[in-house]
């Protein structure tokens, strides 16, 4: 499942106030945690119960039933979701822009946190 390993460190950090910019849960781990059925809270504590494999684990246990179809359309809804309305389509520009103005390629969410994170490929 997409952005799940960047979730888990998201919810670490959360629980341990060392979240600084980072939002959490964003409206990306909303649409995680809706299909894993959980609370975002109860979701932090659970990763701080147990670090990474055990949260892979109990992700991987929960969604056991799960077809491929679902994990397809729930990768899709996050890697394919834009800014919604017109104001975060000025702050998607505006951070888009301070970053790397010539990259008008960048049209979703997760390619935004590609490129401030450093890992979007040469044009």
Known sequence: MV???RMIDKAQAYKEN???DYDYPCPLDKIILNF????????????MEGGDEAISNWAE?????KK?????FINDQI?????DSEDRLRYFYETRDRIDPSRKDV????D????EEGRLPPK
């Open 79 to 83: 890697l394919e979701r834009k800014p």
């Open 3 to 5: 952005q799940l390993a």
């Open 107 to 110: 049209n979703t969410w997760v």
């Open 61 to 65: 246990e929960t969604l056991k039933n």
């Open 68 to 72: 491929p179809e679902e994990f397809e």
């Open 112 to 115: 935004l946190l590609d490129l």
């Open 36 to 47: 894993l059925r959980i609370d975002s809270d109860v979701f932090a504590s659970k990763v």
């Open 18 to 20: 060392q979240i600084a």
